[in-house]
């Protein structure tokens, strides 16, 4: 199946609810395994935050494309290939550590691209947007709180940082790539274009992995895809498992 | 002579909120508007606390229910997002009330990440030697902090 969606403005929109649906479904997959109980709660907290913003896109990107599909539809009935995440967010929680440094640079991203999003032309999304920066904030600091006392903590954690950043970091180029549809809505303002929001997430980044004593891996592998649909292995049995109930019965709601 | 819009603003805004019912949609802040037309339909405008609050679902039907039971059939309850709700909107008794009931209520005009650190009073025993559990409590909106002075546990109203 290719993607249903007509025009720049839909493509964009639904990209950032699908970052948004997926990373929250991994976070919603630490519920009653996290270490301690406030990370427990902290971390389906954050995903529910997630959801919410997903659903607003969910129903906005319906508009825009204009098919009329429910917030159900985009995350139950479509499959792996209509996708459109960036691959960062479907990466497996691993360890805690893998799942913080997931979270630093996953919210980090989603908070400059909120930040630039309240200027959105696009009204609705400059709401959502308005919203979702206060959400937003609170995980960033959740993320750079654990960073900061795993990375400079004990030999056994700062190692395991270390490894989760090796792991993660290369899936951080797509995350500012541009394409026909980032250059689009950009130019008409509805969206941002992501090479712009690379400044403020470099610095934020380095400042708090510096002081977590990690130093960024070098490499050249840069893994992309996802905003096209090409996903990385762990997804599809991800999906498998969100979307089970809804494709065994169809039409279920609760 | 009481308007019916002003009737219907008072009677939405003292529905009690599902998961804080000590406080109510008015004194939370999210009751934003309510209007009649000439047809007699009624639309009400609420607006969100957080993007994925599970309680905007109750609080609608709880609305329109309300509206419908004091002789308005006709009635459609918006949720609006901008401008976005913030913990400014509530008001002095909700916050009165929400010490009462053992939350520590937010601060204002402080949202800024860096000023979150600055000192809560316990709103058991008043001392501001409080510090911070977790930034994510029971619900989207609290946070959990102890108090060094009593010992007790309390959940904080965050600052949004």
């Known amino acids: ?254 | 002579m009481v308007s019916a819009t002003d009737e219907i603003r008072r009677l939405a805004g003292a529905i009690p909120d599902p998961e804080m019912p000590a406080l109510t949609l008015a004194d939370l802040g999210i009751l934003r508007d309510v209007r009649i037309d000439r047809s007699g339909h009624v639309d009400v405008a609420i607006t969100p606390t957080y993007s994925g609050c599970p309680a905007l679902d109750t609080i609608r039907e709880d609305v329109e229910r309300c509206v419908r039971d004091h002789g308005y059939p006709d009635v459609t309850v918006r949720i609006v997002l901008s401008p976005a709700w913030t913990t400014d909107w509530m008001s002095e008794a909700g916050r009165v009330k929400l010490r009462e009931y053992g939350i520590a209520p937010p601060r204002q005009h402080l949202f800024d990440v860096r000023s979150l650190r600055m000192a809560v009073e316990c709103p058991q025993c008043n001392s501001s030697r409080t510090r911070e559990v977790s930034r994510f409590g029971s619900t989207q909106c609290q946070a959990v902090r102890r108090c060094d002075a009593c010992g007790e546990t309390f959940p904080h109203f965050k600052e949004h």
Request: glycine share 8%; net charge negative.
């Open chain 1, 1 to 254: 199946m290719t993607l249903v969606v007509a025009g720049a403005a839909a493509v964009s929109t639904l990209r950032i609810a699908d970052d948004c649906l997926v990373l929250s479904h991994r976070l919603a997959q630490w519920s009653s395994r996290a270490p301690t109980l406030e990370d427990d709660i902290a971390l389906t907290n954050i995903a529910l935050d997630l959801l919410g913003q997903a659903r607003g896109l969910y129903a906005r990107t319906a508009e825009l494309d204009g098919t009329g599909r429910s917030e159900d539809d985009y995350a139950f009935m479509r499959d792996e290939r209509e996708f459109v995440n960036c691959l960062l967010v479907e990466q497996e929680n691993g360890d805690f550590a893998t799942t913080i440094v997931r979270q630093l640079l996953c919210s980090t991203y989603q908070l400059a691209q909120w930040q630039a999003l309240t200027a959105s032309t696009d009204g609705q999304v400059a709401a959502i947007a308005a919203k979702a920066v206060k959400e937003t904030a609170y995980h960033r600091d959740h993320a750079t709180d654990w960073t900061l006392r795993l990375g400079d903590g004990t030999d056994e954690s700062h190692q395991r940082m270390e490894s989760a950043l090796a792991a993660l970091w290369p899936f951080t180029a797509e995350l500012f790539e541009s394409d026909e549809v980032t250059r689009d809505v950009a130019g008409s303002g509805t969206g941002s274009d992501p090479e712009t929001l690379r400044p403020a997430w470099d610095a934020y980044v380095g400042r708090v992995l510096g002081d977590a004593t990690l130093v960024v891996p070098e490499g050249t592998w840069r893994p992309t895809g996802g905003r096209s649909g090409l996903h990385t292995e762990p997804f599809g049995y991800m999906l498998a498992e969100m979307q089970h109930l809804h494709r065994s019965f169809p039409g279920a709601t609760w």
